[in-house]
């Protein structure tokens, strides 16, 4: 879904490389149905980009390992 790069500028789409460490170049939240959720995004977005004062900036989705992956 196309909604799932507005987590970042361009310049981050291109190259991600411009923002150091893991972080999630395609947040694919599934069908269409996501499509809202994804959009609130841009709330958070702006105001980081407010506090930054840059769009070198993007979000990483880090979840505990399950016991399968723990051990």
């Keep these: 879904m ?9 310049t981050v789409m291109v190259e991600p490389g411009r923002v150091p460490g893991h972080h999630n170049v395609i947040l694919d939240l599934g069908d269409l149905t996501s499509a809202r959720a ?9 105001r980081l980009y ?13 979840t505990a390992p399950t016991p399968a992956q723990a051990g």
């Design 38 to 46: 994804v959009e609130q995004l841009v709330q958070l977005w702006l």
């Design 2 to 10: 196309v909604k799932s790069l507005n987590t970042m500028t361009d």
């Design 50 to 62: 407010g506090m930054f004062g840059t769009g070198d900036f993007n979000f990483s989705v880090v």
